[in-house]
């Protein structure tokens, strides 16, 4: 007998579930609503929503906007977005995460703190650990006018000032190993006369989920990551599922599943991103039942 199993830790972080709901109760009245940039790093609930009425927009269009009304995603914005939002009289749908929110406060304020009348040698670099063009990060650089220097891949901390007070924070969906490593290395090297202090500012509901998806990903013979290929927490996941289970596969739709892998498996595991909708993942188990037929396979939830 098969077993088929859904991840029941997978599935929309509570940002992503937050700016969902807020767009289909717009949506709901019948009334236009754009949204700038994708609402999710999902194709297919994108394209779920743009059915209901959701216009998807990048920033170009955006500024060419008026008295219409424009839902900001769970990622954030920086401040020139609200600012052109009050210009062209657009109404602003904020669903940014509110651990996002947090964040961009708290770089806000140490970028404020960090501009005195008189300029000291003392000014402190603002280090943000994040992937580089990301939606956050460009929302949370932009707290600092675009000062903050960002991190992307370990080897870059060498290009920091260590004669220079360091001010380290994370973008939240960031790996907390690559977090720690990062903070270990400027420990290491950071000047006596210099100050260093790092925030730990990675959402526990996205971190958590990596130890999780690695005794899923342990305990089945076959597994399928399903994400959108613009998922950075999805291409996270899934190396950590290939890590622990080199029989594993990352796919976005049933039209990337290879049944012949399937018939092979005693145990198969349908698991996904924060980005990743429930409905998707049952529609991939669904259409594996209906292929190795339903009485030989036990699906759990």
């Known amino acids: 007998m098969t ?23 717009e949506l709901s009245n019948g009334r236009t609503l754009y949204c700038l940039g994708d609402i999710v790093h999902n194709g297919r609930e994108v394209e779920r929503l743009e ?4 216009v998807t927009i990048d920033h170009e269009e ?15 914005e920086p401040p020139e977005t609200y600012e052109i939002a009050r210009k062209n009289n657009i109404e602003i749908i904020d669903a940014t995460c509110p651990v996002v929110l947090r964040l961009q406060k708290r770089i806000k304020q140490e970028s404020i703190e960090n501009k005195p009348e008189e300029k000291s040698t003392k000014e402190k670099q603002i280090v943000i650990y994040g992937k580089n063009g990301h939606a956050e990060v460009l929302g949370l650089v932009g707290q600092t006018t675009g000062e903050a220097i960002v991190i992307e891949h370990f080897e870059e901390a060498e290009k920091l000032d260590f004669s220079k007070d360091i001010r380290l924070y994370s973008q939240t969906t960031k790996s907390l190993d690559g ?5 270990e290395y400027i420990e290491e090297h950071i000047s006596p006369e210099a100050t260093f202090e790092y925030y730990d500012t990675i959402c526990r509901q996205v971190a958590n989920r990596i130890p999780n998806i690695r005794n ?3 305990s089945h013979d076959l597994i ?7 998922s950075s927490n999805g291409k996270v996941l899934f190396n950590e599922c290939k890590n622990l289970n080199p029989n594993s596969y990352l796919i976005e739709s049933i039209k990337e599943i290879d049944l012949s892998l399937c018939k092979k498996a005693k145990s198969i595991g349908i698991c996904g991103a924060t980005s990743t909708p429930k409905w998707l993942m049952e529609e991939i188990y669904i259409y594996i039942k209906s292929q190795l037929q339903t009485k030989d396979i036990n699906v759990i939830y």
Request: charged share 30%.
């Open 62 to 76: 955006f500024k060419k906007l008026h008295d219409v009304k424009v839902l900001l995603r769970a990622h954030g």
């Open 3 to 25: 077993k088929v199993e859904i991840d029941e830790g997978s599935g929309f972080c509570f940002g992503v579930v937050k700016a969902i709901k807020k767009a289909e109760e």
């Open 224 to 230: 399928f990551l399903v994400s959108g290929k613009k």
């Open 179 to 183: 977090f720690k490593r990062i903070v």
């Open 216 to 218: 899923f990903a342990a």
């Open 51 to 54: 059915t209901i009425g959701l």
